[in-house]
């Protein structure tokens, strides 16, 4: 088989992607993202808060908005809709850290309590 017909073979067996409903969702959650964003600088703006102090309470929000978001299970189905346009602005990056702590699930027993036979041995 040549690399030409390999290619073509790959491209006849690949999914179609719809990068057109992809770029477009990315877009607009993305821009809703940033729209949400403006308007909490607006409202700790108007709380008495200068510029620098409003950002910085933004993206506490954003920040905490996002992982609350993620330990529901609600952004990784925005994920999947609009892709990028969750993963570009300060929620991806709240996303990405707050993931593996929800998915890190620890036995309890094995990580809290020694096992049966050395509980004897514990001093009290």
């Known amino acids: 088989?040549?690399?030409k017909q390999y290619g073509k073979l790959v491209q006849e067996a690949s999914p179609k992607s719809p990068i057109w409903k992809n770029c477009l969702n990315a877009f607009w959650i993305g821009g809703l993202i940033c729209v949400?964003?403006?308007?909490l600088m607006s409202f700790y703006g108007g709380l008495g808060l200068d510029k620098?102090?409003?950002g910085t309470?933004?993206?506490m929000t954003l920040v905490a908005l996002s992982a609350l978001f993620t330990g529901l299970s609600l952004y990784d189905d925005l994920a999947k809709v609009a892709g990028a346009g969750t993963l570009v602005p300060i929620t991806g990056f709240a996303n990405s850290v707050a993931a593996p702590a929800v998915e890190f699930k620890t036995d309890e027993g094995a990580i809290i309590y020694p096992s049966q036979t050395s509980?004897?041995?514990?001093?009290?």
């Not at 949400?36 to 308007?39: F, K, R, S, V």
């Not at 509980?119 to 009290?124: A, E, S």
């Open 1 to 3: 088989m040549t690399e």
């Open 36 to 39: 949400l964003g403006q308007l």
């Open 52 to 54: 620098t102090d409003a």
């Open 57 to 59: 309470a933004v993206s």
């Open 119 to 124: 509980l004897h041995k514990l001093p009290r």
